[in-house]
């Protein structure tokens, strides 16, 4: 039989793959997915694939299609089962298998599904993702080959290797954790057991639907929760992931959240005891005051670009030990492989507190204080947001304004810095604003509005920010 499918366009992204369950995206999308980075693996000489897949209702459904694919182009897939996706790319690692490729919505609506996937244990994005719809258009695939599938459970040996590098001191810690009804809830319940401290877990059930709150730990809203459940216990810190569990959110003793640019801050300074010097990576969204704060431990800052996949292949590159993104991403290298784990900074972040003799507000509160927008997103058409970032980078040439362009265009003035860029994985553009004073974000604000309305869009909701970090 001939294989020949076509994606919908709006679905093949710059670092995974996303859509809309039954609209945009489809069980056969899966089956193409499979049977196109099949074929890339098996030109490549490869022969295994660790698949595993999230907690989303669609996810059994489309990981059946996308193994089916898999086998079609003769691959052996290791089916590692539902967890969370840092836990998929352990198994590709420990199994030193020639692909992976996880079923996951990420920190999407309930509604989303989509998949990230790894060649020969790097990232598979951009053109790469792009070339699967060629082929899948063409029917360019292996045929006259059938592989097979075993299930595999590496969540002992993962569990394992997270509490290896517990390097905590005395200090007994009581911590509240946020699964959100995702991915990692099984896997946290059994590595709580394994952490010196107190452990309260809230919401620990896989449940696609969500019904507790959204999976995005970035949003102060979806951490109402673990405040209320912080404060109520006194706990030290609070600790949640997002959907799949490759992004983390916290909130410190009082219960005020960290972003991911101040999280990474605090990791940094510890890294950077035992790699000195070390290029420390960050996305464009993050605080001037990562970067400062990065050079002032001795480090090397490098600003780039967003996405989980650009950030992981720039750390290779420059032999980073250590990245992060607002997003709460974080990515060691350091002791550990180099891929976003939310479980392992948690781990990781615990033992710093546990060697501090201070609690992390008063960390938090001895930073530079900025004040800035949170991540400003809002609608904008799939394909129109990409032009509304060149028409903007475009009057911004002409005006010979002071412009970054890593990854949209970060402005620089003498009150700060505003930021807008198109979001690779939703149909949004992001935006934010920084200043060393309230004055100076207003004036920031109505310059991005001011760009924006030129282009046709309204201006952004900025309601709640100015918490100032």
């Not at 991540?375 to 970032?389: A, N, P, Q, T, Y």
């Amino acid at each position: 039989m001939n294989f020949v499918h076509a994606f919908n366009p709006t679905v093949l992204r710059e670092y995974d793959i996303r859509g809309i369950v039954g609209s945009t995206l489809h069980p056969q999308d899966a089956f193409a997915i499979g049977r196109c980075f099949g074929t890339v693996v098996a030109r490549q000489g490869g022969k295994t694939v660790a698949v595993g897949y999230d907690g989303r209702l669609s996810s059994p459904e489309l990981e059946t299609a996308l193994v089916d694919g898999l086998v079609a182009s003769g691959m052996e897939v290791l089916r590692i089962g539902c967890g969370p996706t840092p836990m998929l790319y352990f198994a590709s690692t420990l199994h030193q298998t020639n692909g992976a490729i996880m079923v996951t919505g990420s920190h999407n609506p309930p509604d989303y599904n989509g998949f990230k996937m790894m060649l020969d244990r790097k990232p598979f994005f951009g053109t790469r993702i792009t070339d699967l719809g060629r082929m899948a258009a063409a029917g360019d695939v292996v045929t006259g080959v059938v592989g097979q599938t075993r299930s595999i459970d590496v969540s002992d040996a993962y569990i394992d290797r997270l509490v290896q590098d517990w390097d905590g001191g005395d200090r007994a810690l009581k911590v509240v954790w946020d699964n959100g009804n995702g991915a990692a809830g099984d896997v946290l319940v059994r590595l709580v057991e394994r952490l010196p401290g107190t452990h309260t877990i809230l919401f620990p059930e896989i449940d696609g639907r969500f019904p507790n709150h959204h999976p995005d730990p970035t949003v102060p809203k979806n951490l109402e929760a673990l405040t209320a459940a912080v404060r109520a216990q006194g706990a030290d810190l609070g600790i949640a992931f997002d959907g799949d569990a490759d992004r983390i959110g916290a909130v410190d003793d009082t219960g005020a959240m960290l972003f991911g640019d101040q999280l990474l801050v605090i990791l940094a300074r510890d890294v950077l005891k035992t790699h000195p010097g070390a290029v420390i990576i960050a996305d464009v969204k993050a605080s001037q005051v990562l970067f400062d704060e990065i050079a002032k431990a001795g480090g090397t800052p490098l600003m780039w670009k967003t996405g989980h996949s650009l950030i992981k292949a720039k750390m290779a590159e420059t032999k980073s030990p250590l990245a992060g993104e607002m997003s709460g991403h974080i990515f060691f290298a350091d002791k550990w492989y180099g891929f976003d784990d939310a479980l392992y900074a948690g781990v990781r972040l615990l033992g710093i507190m546990a060697r501090m003799d201070r609690c992390l507000s008063e960390v938090r509160a001895a930073l530079p204080q900025v004040v800035n927008t949170p991540e400003l997103r809002f609608d904008c058409d799939d394909v129109r947001k990409f032009v509304v970032v060149t028409e903007v980078a475009a009057r911004l040439a002409t005006a010979g304004a002071r412009v970054s362009q890593t990854d949209g265009v970060r402005v620089l003035t003498d009150d700060g810095w505003w930021l807008l860029r198109a979001s690779n994985t939703q149909a949004v553009l992001v935006a934010r604003c920084e200043a060393s004073s309230d004055r100076g974000l207003e004036r920031l604000k109505t310059a991005l509005v001011a760009q924006l309305e030129t282009s046709g869009l309204p201006a952004p909701d900025f309601s709640g920010e100015n918490a100032g970090h």
